[in-house]
């Protein structure tokens, strides 16, 4: 996907389109780039013929248009120009690339970059536009033999220079914005693979894969089940027990030897590469969807793509916590009590409430050998999340107000957006076993807190925060065909590129 700083002088070379935003003022219309006399005149008449309105997102598309270099020329309603917000941009930018794909436009000269927009930089403006070109050209075809139809030729798009004041700020953010595209896709892709194919070794060879692309920056270690036992994880293996794929954790180092003396960020996704719930199954009904529960897992290594990419001077540890929870004779079972790593026992209520199970061993793990700045857990815990928030926000839980404020900030700012639930004692009574330390699954309704507050119990010793995505990691509009969304990766990106004081405001 290329994306290009110009200043005009190679429209004979990208002269498929040209896209303009129309302002409405009283009695007469407002181009927002400059034009040919002949050119303004032939364009404002059209819009008197047709009574275009200029609402914000409406489009035209010209051709032929007199005394301009471009064979098409989109035009773009903008209303007021004094109104124009980052809402209102989002919308204009998404109707536009609607029309480029529809219409195969294979070049586009996009003016829009210019426009004003109250407290937002020339660099949230970039990585609007690309992270919407991307999203709209995403495609997961891999196992589709007639890749033709479905495969579309993505744009290139230009954006012009008003000032040369602005041209490292755009240079800056068109790198950051094509390191997080990149890792949205590496995240949809690999959520979005079946279960048949994306299994624990297929997410442990995906680790492989980025030591050896990124052989500078990045450091990994696999723990097989054999080590996973010799620690001490007992609940963390619970979970595979039914399953004939072995149970991984993959340990991925990013810049382990140049920041060494730093304490790291860790960031541990859950990969569960398909839950059935186990014996405690799920209903037949959209089990298909059970392959995302690994969504967090794939974020990570997403993440940690972002960050080998831009060379970010973060110390960061990206942990997979890779499992498979099915039935099986050799499952485990309502009923049964399992010691942690910690050394606290776990009576199983239920078998679908695993990922806490894989989570609270890792964080522990986190605790004895990391010594951690702070702690990101990333999951699709619960469905008591999604009844919570719906697809709007990821669930944040944590036990240091500077990070859930920190995540609330990012996840405005990246329009990727997190909301705080709370850990009040009170629900800490609904974990309590009469035979165990604590259960696994609280005997009420609000199943996303508890199980937050179960993770916290092993998260004491460190600043730690809890993303339960289950709500927005899938677009689940049309359930017989879900897809990833690839978030929260636009959050974390944002995230970490202010934890490495970077110049530019998103």
């Known amino acids: 996907m290329n994306f290009i700083i110009d200043d005009k002088t190679n429209i004979e070379k990208y002269n498929d389109c040209i896209v303009l935003g129309i302002f409405k003022t009283s009695n007469n219309f407002y181009i927002n780039y400059d034009v040919n006399d002949i050119t303004k005149k032939y364009i404002i008449n059209t819009l008197l013929k047709v009574k275009f309105q200029a609402k914000i997102g409406s489009t035209i598309l010209l051709l032929n248009v007199p005394k301009i270099d471009f064979l098409r020329v989109l035009l ?12 209102k941009f989002k919308k204009i930018v998404h109707n536009t690339i609607h029309v480029i794909k529809k219409e195969g436009i294979q070049n586009v000269f996009y003016c829009l970059i210019l426009l004003f927009i109250k407290n937002k930089t020339m660099f949230w403006k970039i990585n609007v536009i690309i992270q919407k070109v991307a999203h709209k050209y995403y495609i997961f075809n891999f196992f589709k033999n007639e890749k033709k139809k479905t495969n579309i030729e993505q744009p290139i798009v230009i954006f012009p220079i008003s000032d040369n004041k602005y041209k490292d700020e ?14 949205i896709k590496i995240t949809k892709d690999l959520s979005n693979f079946p ?8 997410l442990v060879q995906k680790s492989k894969e980025l030591a050896q692309k990124y052989p500078n920056n990045i450091s990994i270690e696999i723990l097989n089940k054999k080590e996973l036992k010799k620690l001490g994880m007992h609940a963390y293996l619970s979970v595979g027990e039914g399953s004939k794929n072995e149970s991984y954790m993959s340990i991925i180092h990013f810049n382990k030897i140049k920041h060494i003396s730093q304490k790291p960020i860790v960031l541990i996704g859950k990969g569960v590469t398909f839950d059935s719930g186990g014996i405690s199954i799920k209903p037949s009904k959209n089990m ?5 529960d690994m969504s967090g897992a794939a974020t990570v290594l997403g993440i940690m793509s972002f960050l080998a990419k831009l060379k970010l001077p973060l110390y960061v540890i990206g942990i997979l916590a890779i499992s498979e929870n099915m039935l099986g004779e050799s499952a485990y079972r309502p009923g049964d009590i399992i010691k942690t790593m910690s050394g606290k026992t776990v009576e199983i209520i239920n078998t679908d409430a695993e990922g806490r199970l894989l989570l609270c061993d890792v964080l522990t793990y986190v605790e004895r050998f990391f010594f951690p700045d702070l702690v990101i857990d990333i999951a699709t815990l619960t469905g008591a999340c999604i009844a919570s928030l ?11 107000q500077n990070l859930e404020k920190e995540l609330i900030k990012s996840g405005l700012e990246s329009d990727d957006k997190v909301w705080a639930l709370p850990l009040f004692s009170e629900y800490y009574q609904q974990l309590k076993s009469d035979c165990a330390d604590m259960t696994n699954v609280s005997a009420s309704h609000p199943g996303a807190i508890t199980a937050a507050c179960f993770l916290s119990l092993f998260a004491k ?9 289950a709500g927005t990691s899938v677009q689940l509009k049309n359930s017989q065909y879900p897809i990833s969304t690839g978030r929260p990766i636009p959050l974390l990106s944002h995230f970490l590129l202010h934890k490495s004081d970077n110049n530019y405001i998103i």
Do not use: R, T
């Not at 279960?195 to 297929?202: A, G, L, M, Q």
């Not at 010793?461 to 339960?468: G, S």
């Open 76 to 87: 773009v309603g903008c209303g007021d120009q004094l109104k124009i917000n980052d809402v």
């Open 461 to 469: 010793k460190f600043v730690w925060a809890h993303l339960d995505i």
């Open 170 to 183: 755009m240079k800056e953010s068109i790198k950051y914005s094509q390191a997080v595209i990149s890792a």
């Open 288 to 292: 298909h969807q059970m392959k995302f």
């Open 390 to 400: 719906g697809d709007v926000c990821s669930g944040v839980f944590s036990n240091n």
């Open 195 to 202: 279960p048949n194919i994306c299994n624990s070794k297929f």
